[in-house]
């Protein structure tokens, strides 16, 4: 008997060495294709005066080149430069590796309820969906007794109100024009909310994704957080608005942002070597008829196509997945909670996590 205590004492203390990460920020860009990720520039829209801004000349110039490698490269450095040697990226179609979303609708509160709860929940069909009936990987570690108060939510999107229903979870949620740093703002967080005032509204339930970042960020040192969520969303406007210039454009901007919290995060003591990035989108967009690019949901071909990263301390750095794998939007909750060292447990079903992302 004493062995066996003894056996089950050394698995506990090596299973607790093995896991390192103690913190996450999950960030997601809306509507960003794995076409653009993996393959970088399309010319064939870089080239079609329905979507170029009258600059094509100048969207080649920044972001073409002879392979996709190259492209890509350009597009989004961070990614090919930085995950692509330390994480690992899925969902490039052409060798094999396929991510999909499981909800039927292949739009934006379906696929975050998807990403965040676990579940594919066909009651969820409209973006204008009241609060989400879910509990979400957020509200879910909110609850545990290490990471409550600890917990946090950036979107540029009015929506995540809903989508992380607020009110029921506890976790603060700052989207789209709603002011950040609480009751005690710093000047910083005075500044950003300044800005935000008075900035032009293109979008009357969507901000520019600038302010949800540096609001994100100055949340990120001020309060460290263990648990962050960061929501992006100019990729999707831009598609949506035909600007392809400008959704490149976007995206690059996301690849820097990503860039800058990452640097963050290595260079602070209370983040370094332990802190997670899971990195994805909530829906594809089409590709096969190159003029529904702008556009997603059930009836275009390809909208359920999408990709994810993960870079950590505790994730295998296997780079860009080249071999025949199919993942599924409803397994991020869980690969999540197990990067945290946890198992999400919740009133609705949830998928089971993914393996090769965790060290074992």
């Given at each position: 008997m004493r062995k066996i205590l003894l056996?089950?004492?050394?698995?506990?203390?090596?299973f607790s060495r093995a896991q390192q990460t103690e913190n996450i920020i999950i960030i997601t860009t809306d509507g960003l294709r794995w076409q653009e990720l993996f393959k970088g520039m399309d010319e064939a829209l870089a080239r079609d005066n329905r979507f170029n801004q009258d600059d094509s000349t100048g969207i080649i110039k920044n972001f073409?080149?002879?392979s996709a490698m190259e492209k890509r490269k350009k597009l989004m450095p961070f990614f090919w430069n930085t995950i692509a040697t330390q994480g690992q990226i899925h969902g490039n179609r052409t060798t094999g590796s396929k991510v999909n979303v499981s909800n039927r609708y292949w739009f934006s509160y379906p696929g975050y309820n998807e990403i965040l709860s676990g579940y594919a929940d066909n009651r969820i069909d409209a973006n204008d969906y009241p609060p989400n009936p879910n509990t979400t990987i957020t509200e879910f570690f909110n609850q545990q007794p290490a990471l409550?108060?600890?917990?946090?939510?950036?979107?540029?999107?009015?929506a995540f109100n809903r989508i992380l229903n607020e009110e029921r979870s506890g976790v603060p949620v700052v989207a789209a024009y709603d002011t950040c740093?609480?009751?005690?703002?710093?000047a910083n967080e005075l500044m950003i909310n300044k800005l935000l005032r008075d900035s032009h509204k293109e979008w009357p339930e969507e901000c520019f994704d600038v302010f949800t970042?540096?609001?994100a960020m100055e949340y990120l040192k001020k309060e460290q957080p263990r648990v962050m969520y960061i929501a992006y969303g100019e990729t999707d406007e831009r598609a949506h608005g035909w600007k392809y210039k400008y959704y490149l454009n976007a995206a690059q901007q996301v690849d820097k942002w990503i860039a800058e919290i990452w640097n963050y995060i290595q260079s602070?003591?209370?983040y370094k070597n332990k802190t997670t990035l899971f990195i994805t989108t909530d829906h594809g967009?089409?590709?096969?008829?190159?003029?529904?690019?702008?556009?997603?949901?059930?009836d275009i071909e390809g909208a359920d196509e999408i990709w994810f990263a993960v870079i950590g301390p505790d994730t295998p750095a296997k780079g860009e997945i080249k071999t025949d794998t199919q993942y599924y939007q409803k397994q991020f909750a869980q690969t999540i909670a197990q990067l945290m060292g946890y198992v999400f447990k919740a009133n609705q079903p949830i998928a089971e996590g993914i393996a090769e992302v965790i060290k074992k």
């Amino acid at each position: 008997m004493r062995k066996i205590l003894l056996s089950i004492c050394l698995f506990i203390t090596l299973f607790s060495r093995a896991q390192q990460t103690e913190n996450i920020i999950i960030i997601t860009t809306d509507g960003l294709r794995w076409q653009e990720l993996f393959k970088g520039m399309d010319e064939a829209l870089a080239r079609d005066n329905r979507f170029n801004q009258d600059d094509s000349t100048g969207i080649i110039k920044n972001f073409g080149g002879t392979s996709a490698m190259e492209k890509r490269k350009k597009l989004m450095p961070f990614f090919w430069n930085t995950i692509a040697t330390q994480g690992q990226i899925h969902g490039n179609r052409t060798t094999g590796s396929k991510v999909n979303v499981s909800n039927r609708y292949w739009f934006s509160y379906p696929g975050y309820n998807e990403i965040l709860s676990g579940y594919a929940d066909n009651r969820i069909d409209a973006n204008d969906y009241p609060p989400n009936p879910n509990t979400t990987i957020t509200e879910f570690f909110n609850q545990q007794p290490a990471l409550k108060g600890k917990v946090g939510a950036f979107g540029a999107w009015e929506a995540f109100n809903r989508i992380l229903n607020e009110e029921r979870s506890g976790v603060p949620v700052v989207a789209a024009y709603d002011t950040c740093g609480g009751a005690k703002p710093n000047a910083n967080e005075l500044m950003i909310n300044k800005l935000l005032r008075d900035s032009h509204k293109e979008w009357p339930e969507e901000c520019f994704d600038v302010f949800t970042h540096h609001a994100a960020m100055e949340y990120l040192k001020k309060e460290q957080p263990r648990v962050m969520y960061i929501a992006y969303g100019e990729t999707d406007e831009r598609a949506h608005g035909w600007k392809y210039k400008y959704y490149l454009n976007a995206a690059q901007q996301v690849d820097k942002w990503i860039a800058e919290i990452w640097n963050y995060i290595q260079s602070t003591p209370a983040y370094k070597n332990k802190t997670t990035l899971f990195i994805t989108t909530d829906h594809g967009r089409g590709d096969k008829d190159k003029s529904k690019w702008t556009s997603h949901g059930s009836d275009i071909e390809g909208a359920d196509e999408i990709w994810f990263a993960v870079i950590g301390p505790d994730t295998p750095a296997k780079g860009e997945i080249k071999t025949d794998t199919q993942y599924y939007q409803k397994q991020f909750a869980q690969t999540i909670a197990q990067l945290m060292g946890y198992v999400f447990k919740a009133n609705q079903p949830i998928a089971e996590g993914i393996a090769e992302v965790i060290k074992k």
